[in-house]
């Protein structure tokens, strides 16, 4: 069965960075498109871009372009973001979602993690 | 960008009721690119429709999606109680992808 495990819970002062991992099984990774999504506490849903695990290709949304970063390892299955310069306001929950054939909508989701920013 | 607007933001309904659920769009959704999800407290999404009005695999069928252009509309015929759950729809026509803000549907 598909599955996404992210790693667990951060908590990062204002300036530093974060990575987290998202690792993907039951399925060919390299087939399908990989999404990280974002959800403030008691917020909506915000899409942060996207990764082709084959290629590594991504294409991030404006609002995070130079500060926001998707990595795969294709020998791992696992992608990765990395989001620097952190504000109070990137505390969120960091979910990565994976895209169903090629169309950006997501049909398998993490269980997401909670990154806390916070002096 | 793709604004979507969800519509009401909170519905108030008792079990065995209908509930409709409503998604703006700011411009014409492409080829009916939109979703819907559900999401519990504490838990990740949930894909319910794709493709505006087809199922996700294991949806139960009182579960239905309409609309094109920029009106969309979820539907769900009788709610059960592990229906109460805020919903979203989201846009992929765009190479931006976007969520409405949502819609509680609450036990009332």
């Known amino acids: 069965q598909v599955q996404l495990v992210q790693s667990g819970a951060e908590v990062k002062k204002p300036g530093a960075s974060v990575q987290v991992s998202c690792k993907a099984s039951g399925y060919i990774f390299t087939n399908y498109y990989m999404h990280w999504v974002r959800q403030a506490p008691g917020q909506g849903l915000e899409w942060m871009g996207i990764i082709n695990p084959s290629g590594g290709a991504t294409t991030y949304a404006q609002k995070f372009q130079g500060r926001f970063t998707m990595t795969r390892d294709r020998s791992t299955s696992t992608v990765y973001m990395e989001l620097s310069s952190l504000r109070s306001e990137d505390t969120a929950v960091y979910y990565c979602?994976?895209?169903?054939?090629?169309?950006?909508?997501?049909?398998?989701w993490g269980q997401g993690t909670l990154v806390t920013v916070s002096s | 960008e793709i604004v979507l607007t969800q519509s009401p933001g909170t519905l108030s309904l008792s079990p065995g009721e209908r509930a409709t659920l409503s998604c703006r769009a700011s411009?014409?959704?492409?080829?009916?690119?939109l979703a819907w999800y559900q999401q519990k407290p504490g838990q990740a999404p949930r894909l319910l429709i794709y493709?505006?009005?087809s199922r996700a695999t294991g949806i139960p069928d009182r579960f239905s999606g309409s609309g094109s252009g920029t009106d969309f509309t979820l539907t769900i015929s009788r709610l059960e109680p592990e229906d109460f759950a805020m919903y979203y729809c989201q846009q992929y026509g765009s190479s931006l992808l976007t969520f409405g803000g949502g819609t509680k549907v609450e036990i009332k």
């Open positions: 493709g505006a009005s």
């Open positions: 979602a994976r895209g169903w054939y090629g169309a950006h909508f997501f049909d398998y």
């Open positions: 411009q014409s959704v492409s080829s009916s690119y």
